[in-house]
């Protein structure tokens, strides 16, 4: 059984714990922020230097960008929610709701290819990196959080987010999700 490093044994705490997020709250399911190095495939500045920030555009384009680059990635129309975050090799990871079907796109080390997977019906995907630092590129994971029936659930990259893992009940609707300022990982929930 995988475990996220930063999820002990798959739990949440039994305290919450209350901190800034390093990025902010996102205020759209179009719209989400992630800190990131200087560009795609490039990490050597660290993987807290720039903010990164994606949106879906009114063209179709999912935009990750910055102030200085702009990257389309996918053209998907009728997208009703995004999600994003970069792997520890600043690759995109973007998680979106198509036609009540979730679908993650990343790049998938063991095929070194970009693809896009189906998750079947998930709500409210959110992304984050855990461990932003070389020294833990062996066990860095991008999460995904989301909800299913009310219970908050998280998949793990190095398992090619194959496997679901419930951490429990869902307070609401999952809003926003990453580390915090303390190093730990936050959820935010709002009503339904």
Known sequence: MGTALMLPENKL??????????TP?????????????????????????????????????IRI????????????????????????????????????????????????????????????????LDYRTSAHVDIADVILAYTKDDILCIRLQRERYKNEYQLGAAPGRLWHFGLMKNSRLGFVFRPE
Request: hydrophobic fraction near 40%; aromatic fraction near 16%; charged fraction near 15%.
């Open 25 to 61: 709250i996102r205020q759209s399911v179009f719209f989400d922020f992630e800190l990131g190095g200087a560009d795609f495939q490039d990490n050597s500045s660290g993987l807290n230097s720039v903010l990164w920030k994606c949106r879906y555009t009114r063209d179709g384009n």
């Open 65 to 128: 960008y910055n102030q200085n680059i702009v990257h389309d990635i996918l053209n998907l129309p009728d997208i009703t929610e995004i999600a994003f975050s970069f792997d520890i090799n600043m690759q995109p990871v973007i998680a979106y709701n198509l036609n009540s079907t979730t679908y993650i796109y990343f790049f998938d080390s063991l095929v070194s290819e970009f693809v896009t997977v189906n998750l079947g019906k998930l709500d409210h995907p959110r992304l984050t």
């Open 13 to 22: 705490s039994t305290i919450p714990v209350v901190a800034p997020f390093y």
